[in-house]
């Protein structure tokens, strides 16, 4: 509760500090310090420590689970903002207001990863989404921008009809919203499989799994990187916690009536996510591709609904997050955001060129980076789950990923060619890149250090 009252608390903040503050790095560095405010309540409540004692009538559970991962969305934004606060000021003249856009996100995110009645998941769904539909579209003199968000919106608004009516047939089915107390006796009712089944491929949209996933590249390319770095991000990986919990507490016990179908949606979400992003010239779209990908490694967790899934799913919304939001933020600094546009990186920059390659290892599941540990965590949930076929064709769709993420690093380090940035890359920036590729190593190396807060 900590992190969702002070979260909702900063956006209205940030809504009127554009009023208040005359400069926009004062505007800059009150989110900064309000986004520590709500990390430390995290922390806080994490060790126990509630600060706003609000009684839910048991629509919300602030269990380890849901505070760990809203702890690491937390810090993540917290990275997302010291690399890219800066360049948000290009997007347009509402500065302030993306910050407070954000950090109602956050307070989505919280609902999203801590509900027990599918009333809340729906709100925190929505409280996710309508900020983003915004973001998307601030650029508002760049047509791509304008229609990103539009076919954000449509796409969102046909998710969401969907989720509804797929609450309304489990309610119809078992006289609840409680996730908890959707216990099914004899026969699976009609109602609650067709209802599951409109869940499924509502979030499935959300996540972009395939073949739901087809606003994804368009959007993802069309909407101001600074914004895409997000919601390919933190965003995901919420929607996949809310799936987690979802599946874990109303439908886990009747695991016969889906499973299959969510194997095929892996397999088809890992074999298109991988195979087009081979295709694509753009660094910006293979990095879309490549995030539908990835929501293939995440949908293992899904499958299997086990203790290594938990485990697996954090760690990888953390390895997943760091890395990409670390590659955006160079690539938003760059003139041309091909992959001939990154040609001779490496000799001009070769500090940041070094932290790309760790990224770019780490997404690509290298062994000693945060990405290894975490696809590794959820191939063994996916073999005790009851698929080592699933879980081998996961491998092969990551070998060839490494295809298409090692030809950015041949182009920085192999090719000849002269390198122009938009935005001059600061000693400041340059650390916190450094110190996310420590953070990616140390993950990849100690992931304990992450995974025991579930348990102490």
Known sequence: MNTLILSALSGVIMMFSGFMLNTRTAV??????????????????????????????GMMVFDRFALLFTLVANICTLAYFALSSKDMERVGNNYSDYFALIFFILSGIVLAASFK??????????????????????????LKSNEASLKYFLMGAFSTGLMLMGIALVYGAMGTFDTTRMEVVGATPVLLTAGMMLLLFSMSFKASAAPFHFWTPDVYDGSPTVFTSYMATVVKAAFFIAFMRLFTDAFGGIGMQWKLIVSIIVAMTLFIGNITAVFQQSVKRMLAYSSIAQAGFMMLAIYSLNADAREGLILYAAAYSLATIGIF????????????????????????AATL????????????????????????ATVDGGSLGLAIFAVLMAAVSVYYYFRLIQ?????????????PMTAGFKYTLVGLAAVTVLLGIFPELLTNWLYF
């Open 411 to 423: 182009s920085m380090y192999f090719k000849e060619g002269s390198q122009v940035v938009a935005v």
């Open 28 to 57: 800059r560095t009150l989110a900064h310090i309000l986004l520590l405010v709500v990390i430390a309540g995290t922390v806080l409540e994490l060790r126990g420590t509630t600060l706003f004692n609000v009684d839910t009538k």
């Open 357 to 380: 390659v760790v990224f770019l290892l780490s997404l690509a599941g290298i062994p000693l980076t945060a990405g290894f540990i975490s696809k590794f965590y959820m191939l063994k």
């Open 117 to 142: 009645s599918l009333l809340i998941l729906f709100l925190g769904i929505e409280i996710i989404s309508i900020p983003l539909y915004i973001l998307a579209g601030s650029e508002k003199l760049n």
């Open 329 to 352: 933020a160079v690539l938003i600094k760059m003139k041309d955001q091909s992959f001939e546009g990154f040609n001779g990186f490496a000799k001009q920059y070769p500090t940041i």
